[in-house]
């Protein structure tokens, strides 16, 4: 079955501090992978997309369809990044399967 | 504000009452999609719309799920005899085909 795993429920780090979020899907098909992002009292928002291959915000993610990963990193995080990250499946009819999110604090 | 909107955001009620939410997509989105999330899961799918066609649900919709899209424009999902189980946000996203999904801002549902 399709599964994405993000296996840090909360990430601490220092402002300035490298940032990777790690992600791992199943899938054996050709998988379309995002990074959805909320922040506090806002709404599930796109972060960025594979296929795209775009850095938004500083963030990037490289698929890796070896180790089945879809890692975001970003090497100086900042206050603002912190945030509940979802990264995400898209298979099929376009539905999205969501792993368990990550929260990010960024401490000053 | 040309987004999801989602109506309510938030409705308590009564174990073995019917709740009905409605979403409202971006005008020209042809393609619907409603999402559960509970504390500390991701959003999990439900149903999807391609205009008013019901194309698939998730075995998650029980039979007391129903949701419908007439004219294919707003859709409603209403859930009959609630459950403390039902108690989640509901969510709601929009795309045109094979586009990115943007999403409301959620109903939160709370049985009591």
């Known amino acids: 079955a399709q599964r994405v795993t993000q296996p840090e429920k909360l990430l601490s780090v220092f402002k300035g501090a490298p940032v990777e979020l790690k992600c791992n899907y199943s899938?054996?098909?050709?998988?379309?992978l995002f990074w959805y992002v909320q922040y506090s009292r806002q709404r599930l928002q796109l972060l960025l997309r594979h296929i795209s291959r775009e850095s938004i915000k500083g963030f990037t993610a490289d698929l890796n369809k070896g180790e089945t990963s879809f890692h975001l990193k970003k090497p100086f995080a900042q206050e603002e990044d912190s945030a509940m990250y979802y990264c995400?499946?898209?298979?099929?009819?376009?539905?999205?399967?969501f792993g368990t999110g990550t929260r990010l604090q960024v401490f000053p | 504000d040309t987004g999801v909107s989602q109506d309510p955001r938030h409705k308590i009620t009564k174990r073995g009452q019917n709740v009905t939410f409605r979403c409202d997509p971006i005008?020209?989105?042809?393609?619907l999609y409603w999402y559960r999330q509970t504390l500390g899961q991701g959003p999990e799918f439900l149903t999807y719309?391609?205009?008013?066609?019901?194309?698939?649900k998730s075995r998650l919709l029980s039979d007391r799920f129903s949701a419908e899209r007439p004219k294919g424009s707003f859709s409603t999902l209403e859930i009959q005899r609630t459950e403390q189980g039902d108690s989640a946000m509901y969510l709601c996203?929009?795309?045109?085909?094979?586009?990115?999904?943007?999403f409301g801002p959620g109903t939160r549902l709370t049985v009591l």
């Open positions: 995400a499946l898209s298979i099929d009819t376009d539905k999205l399967i």
């Open positions: 899938y054996s098909g050709s998988p379309e």
């Open positions: 005008s020209e989105h042809n393609r």
């Open positions: 719309f391609q205009n008013e066609a019901q194309l698939e």
């Open positions: 996203a929009s795309t045109a085909s094979r586009d990115t999904q943007y």
